[in-house]
Every structure is written in C-alpha cells, then in structure tokens.
C-alpha cells in the first residue's frame, strides 16, 4: 500500500490549473498554488495524501515556491516533514 505519492509537473486542467485524484486521494499543492493565475499555471510540484491517514495526524507546510510541496506528518512519539522538490 501506497500512504504518500510525490508528483513533479502534474497534469492540470487548463481553465483552473488544479489536478485531479480520485476518491483515496487528497490532493496537496504548493502554498503558492492559490495565490494568482500565474502562480497557479507555474505549479511543478504536488502531493496525495491517501484518505485512511487523518487529516489530524498531518497538515501542508508554507513554503514560498510553486515548485515546492510539503507536509507535516505528526505522532505521539515524533514529527517527521516531507518534501517534494522540483
């Protein structure tokens, strides 16, 4: 089984720059991803989080770039950050 998938220069649709998972996915972008069109259209990096890990246990991290997508994975025990690098 597959928890955390790293996709560099996804497929989006052309009208709103968002790409697409199905139902055991949550799809992760760049901070920058929502901050204008042209940001949106420049995304190069993004993330599926699989739906059985709760969105407790993890959240995305700001980081100042389209080509850069990262999250927080959070336990009792420890913190462990992951990040997709163009």
């Avoid at 996709?7 to 901050?35: C, G, L, M």
């Avoid at 989080?49 to 969105?55: D, L």
Wanted: aromatic share 10%; proline share 5%.
């Amino acid at each position: 089984d597959v928890d955390i998938v790293a996709i560099q220069e996804p497929w989006k649709y052309s009208d709103n720059h968002r790409s697409f998972a199905n139902h055991r996915w949550r799809v992760v972008y760049p901070t920058t991803h929502h901050d204008s069109d042209r940001e949106a259209a420049a995304t190069r990096s993004i993330m599926f989080v699989n739906v059985a890990i709760s969105t407790n246990s993890w959240a995305p991290l700001a980081v100042d770039s389209p080509d850069v997508t990262a999250i927080e994975i959070r336990s009792r025990a420890r913190c462990v950050c992951i990040f997709n690098i163009y």
